[in-house]
T-cell receptor, first 115, second 112 residues
Framework: ETGVTQTPRHLVMGMTNKKSLKCEQH?????MYWYKQSAKKPLELMFV???????ENNSVPSRFSPECPNSSHLFLHLHTLQPEDSALYLC??????????????FGPGTRLTVL | KQEVTQIPAALSVPEGENLVLNCSFT??????LQWFRQDPGKGLTSLLL?????REQTSGRLNASLDKSSGRSTLYIAASQPGDSATYLC???????????FGQGTRLTINP
């Protein structure tokens, strides 16, 4: 788990709060990803950043706002969330998004509960 | 649209048994298929990655096969141990896409 780290590991927030999730990768990769894992649903991709540029937004509501200041850091800013947004949020990184042999490495996740 | 299905959803077996987990996908145009392990409340650990040109990969007691034409993969676990208890996820990289498409997973319990 030391390759990709995520903080905080657990977060409880009210619907009117603003919070941010942080992801950091120590693998020298150029691509970073946010995934959402809800109970009883498959893991879903939310966003992809490749060389700091957002290359994919999987129809994610605007209450989720990603930020990628450099290739090693990725944030997910949260505001006015809904209880159904409660889930495990996983960050991943890879050498280069879209490359044929590209492999993604995952962090431990942030367990988010929205009250 | 690529869809990935894993059967069974849950499996419980006694220690020492050999077992097979199944994964199927609807679109054979993939770059690769990957098997992950997820412990409760934790992130994903990659177990095996099979490129589309390969038929199988092995790591220790694990063997994964890929039949791209039929849209199927299996994960074979030999001589199962209680430490193998976890959820096993299958994911495919669709050609031309950046994302992984995941199945819902198989929750495996190995009973001592």
């Amino acid at each position: 788990e030391t390759g990709v780290t995520q903080t905080p590991r657990h977060l409880v927030m009210g619907m009117t709060n603003k919070k941010s999730l942080k992801c950091e990768q120590h693998l020298g990769h150029n691509a970073m990803y946010w995934y959402k894992q809800s109970a009883k649903k498959p893991l879903e991709l939310m966003f992809v950043y490749n060389f700091k540029e957002q290359t994919e937004n999987n129809s994610v509501p605007s209450r989720f706002s990603p930020e990628c200041p450099n290739s090693s850091h990725l944030f997910l800013h949260l505001h006015t969330l809904q209880p159904e947004d409660s889930a495990l949020y996983l960050c991943a990184s890879s050498q280069e998004a879209g490359a044929v042999s590209d492999t993604q490495y995952f962090g431990p996740g942030t367990r988010l509960t929205v009250l | 649209k690529q869809e990935v299905t894993q059967i069974p959803a849950a499996l419980s077996v006694p220690e020492g048994e050999n077992l097979v987990l199944n994964c199927s996908f609807t679109d054979s145009a993939i770059y690769n298929l990957q098997w992950f392990r997820q412990d409760p409340g934790k992130g994903l650990t990659s177990l095996l990655l099979i490129q589309s040109s390969q038929r199988e990969q092995t790591s220790g007691r694990l063997n994964a096969s890929l039949d791209k034409s039929s849209g199927r993969s299996t994960l074979y676990i030999a001589a199962s141990q209680p430490g193998d208890s976890a959820t096993y996820l299958c994911a495919v990289r669709v050609q031309g896409a950046q994302k992984l498409v995941f199945g819902q997973g198989t929750r495996l319990t190995i009973n001592p």
